[in-house]
């Protein structure tokens, strides 16, 4: 039996050119008077997907959550779920089921009733509901606190009973919305991972709105980083991190360091891009079209980026002198904040893969700033 992490490797329905999305976003726009929340969005997602929906504070991924689960309409365009139009369609006769950030349990029914209260409301059989109960307390690993209420729960046990009403009804596809928000750090690293195996052993889509860059990381098959009620790009989790499409998305996810420069030389696979701000001249790898004297911008995480004391061998690219004035041990990992001779403050990040380093880097040092040519990307837009 293959497992279910062998299964999730090798998923990527959107490579096919065969395979039809289950649900589909057709030129979708949402008002609320005056204002647009959603602008004309089209968007793709797959049977069995893992799908989060990125972004920060009224960028409209609640909204077209909401829009999917029946709870608003669009004013335009169409939403299409395995090839029906949900226009019209109440919440209670769409095959999804919706999880919400409050879990919204009723606090004068135990485990079990919260997660039998929906089939109860659809007219199951009693030896029915209570082998699916019992099915869905296993699956959550809940069987010990079927008969409490949800006061004597945990946050992270309160949330495991929300998820199991939610997929008791067996929906076709299931709505997050920030469901890890009142979650700590540790627990909420822990249920990631979890809902990523429910979600497999289920086979349903997921679709997951958050704020959260690490947990749509974490979670999803693919992302769609949102800004202003447009899609700013959907790709997997690592294509967003390694390859935005834009200065946005380089800037929205994870941290990193962006220059502004022009164009000076072009060769066949190399570009040189003159910052005269920052003193630097950098080279990178042509990843897209540019010509001389156009405006671009380049992005390079601060683990691409290379500290030390020696001067590297070429300092006409790709390197720069400051002085690290700025130091945060993570543990695993240790952040430098380098002041360039320009002002410019850069990030390198360092893995700690070794518990002690001979003669470690200090605060106050010289030190030289330098990377490879494949090391960031090439801004356009």
Known sequence: MKSLGSFRRKFAPWNDPEAKPYISFENVTKKFGDFTAVDDLSLTIYNREFFALLGASGCGKSTLLRMLAGFEEPTSGRILLDGQDMRGIPPYKRP??????????????????????????????????????????KLVKLEQFAKRKPHQLSGGQRQRVAL?????????VLLLDEPLGALDKKLREETQFELMDLQMKLGLTFVVVTHDQEEAMTMADRIAVMDKGKVKQVATPAEVYEAPNSKFVADFIGNVNMFEGTVSTVVPGKVDIDVPADKITIRTDATRDCAAGQSVGFA???????????????????AAHGELYDIAYFGDMTVFHVRLESGRIIK???????????DP??????????????????LTA
Request: hydrophobic share 45%.
């Open 300 to 318: 390079i995480r601060p683990e691409k980026i290379r500290l030390s004391r020696k001067e590297p061998a070429n300092t006409a690219v790709n």
């Open 164 to 172: 199991a009403r939610c997929v008791a009804k067996r929906p076709k």
């Open 96 to 137: 999804v089921n919706m999880m919400f950030q409050s879990y919204a349990l009723f606090p004068h029914m135990t485990v079990e009733g919260n997660i039998a209260f929906g089939l109860k409301q659809d007219g199951m059989p009693a030896n029915e509901i209570a082998a699916r109960v019992a099915e869905m307390l």
């Open 361 to 378: 880097l200090g605060y106050d040092d010289m030190v030289w700033v330098n990377f490879d040519t494949d090391a960031g990307i090439l």
């Open 348 to 358: 390198a990040a360092s893995l700690n893969a070794v518990r002690t380093v001979e």
